[in-house]
């Protein structure tokens, strides 16, 4: 069986890399495929990926700059990829990797990090921020296209795995279709980080308005006796400096060694961004640190509310201040092998067992098709 790994692009590791990386342990003889592809030698080593076939993006001027002015060409793009001398297409989907073209001899399995955001419920949102009237004017016909593409391949797939339930509710709502959960996988910790002592609370993200660092950092001018470390680097960084009190610090990029650090010595991790999933939250509870939590999106299935962090209701200064104090004074009841036993459910292994069994039920699905073949046990299921 000859199999192909899709994914949409690939310039950065983030958390669908790492899903790509697991995808490929499962498949090592697969060949990739992507819109575009510039990661070092280095990067494509650590992810598994022998080399990729991209589509004609990869030769357009300031791709590598950017691809968001390049957005109305992501649907054409993808379809060009030929992959009919393949068996088995797993895509990797958070844009439009799930459109690729595949004929009714073909298995498609697509592994869906969350539709479109940009283009869907976020919409929107992602218009408010753009102060360009002539850019918001053209985006809208453009989002409209994409919603009707997306919708449209959204049935080519023989089977849709989302990466939460949060994600496969907005999957059932925008395609009308059933999908599998299958959480990513997430690198737990080695057991290195051994806090002797918790003196500071942390924030890491890319610094990037959804994140909502913003509140994060001016919830702690309300609290002067607590410390607070700010994690990651990005186009917020110049502003959330300057409106810091003296009891934020800022780490800026850090290496994933020093992010466990952090985590291992942190009261608690502070996430304040509705996230499909939220890797890093379950990071930081594996290293035994509780999680202070938006109670919406991923984090309701990656945070126990009282019992491996706390949530708070909306992202604002004030809501989160108010969880900071309700976790300091209820410290006693959080446990670090409680926050450590809840991240175990999110391995790596799991994620690629449970990857393993949905392909083979999607193929065993096929050839019933196919042969018209029925099991024994669904044949007496069914009274015959």
């Known amino acids: 069986m000859r199999v192909a790994v899709v994914h949409d692009w690939l310039y950065t590791i983030g958390g669908a890399e790492r899903v790509l990386q697991a995808i490929l342990q499962c498949y090592p003889d697969a060949d990739v495929f992507c819109l575009f592809d510039f990661l070092t030698p280095e990067d494509r080593a650590k992810i ?4 990729t ?3 004609f993006l990869q030769t357009l001027p300031f791709v590598r700059r950017s691809h968001r002015p390049f957005l109305p060409l992501l649907p054409l793009a993808i379809e060009q990829l030929d992959l009919s001398a393949y068996d088995l ?3 990797s989907s958070y844009a439009v990797a799930k459109g690729v073209i595949t004929g009714p001899d073909q298995v498609h399995v697509s592994y869906v990090h969350s539709p479109i955001r940009y283009a869907w419920d976020l919409q929107h949102t992602y218009l408010a921020r753009n102060t360009n009237a ?4 053209f985006a809208r016909p453009l989002l409209h296209y994409l919603r009707m593409w997306d919708t449209r391949t959204a049935h080519g797939p023989d089977l849709l795995i989302a990466n939460s339930h949060f ?3 907005r999957i059932r709502k925008i395609y009308g279709r059933d999908a599998k959960v299958i959480y990513p996988p997430v690198d737990l910790s080695n057991g290195e980080t051994q806090a002797s002592e918790r003196g500071h609370f942390l924030a890491a993200s890319r610094l990037v308005p959804y994140k909502n660092i913003d509140a994060i950092v001016r919830a702690f001018a309300d609290l002067p006796d607590e410390q607070l470390i700010v994690a990651g680097d990005g186009p917020e960084a110049k502003r959330l400096r300057a409106i810091a009190t003296p009891n934020v610090s800022f780490a800026g990029f850090v290496s994933d060694q020093r992010m466990r650090e952090l985590m291992g010595t942190a009261h608690a991790f502070i996430f304040a961004a509705e996230e ?4 890093i939250s379950v990071e930081a509870q594996s290293e035994g640190t509780p999680v202070l939590a938006l109670g919406r999106g991923g984090s309701c299935e990656t945070v126990v509310n009282g019992q491996t962090g706390l949530f708070f209701d909306e992202p604002t200064p004030e809501a989160i201040a108010a969880t900071v104090r309700q976790f300091r004074s209820q410290a006693q009841q959080f446990s670090a092998a409680d926050c450590r036993d809840h991240a175990s459910r999110f391995s790596a292994e799991r994620f690629r067992r449970d990857l393993r069994a949905c392909v083979t039920e999607a193929i065993a699905k096929y050839r019933a098709s196919v042969t018209g073949y029925i099991p024994r046990e669904k044949f007496l299921m069914e009274g015959g």
Do not use: M
Request: charged residues 15%.
């Open 276 to 279: 499909d999933f939220g890797i």
């Open 134 to 137: 002539i850019t918001t004017f």
């Open 48 to 51: 598994g990926i022998r080399s």
């Open 89 to 91: 297409i797993i895509s």
């Open 167 to 169: 994600v496969a509710r």
């Open 53 to 55: 076939q991209s589509s």
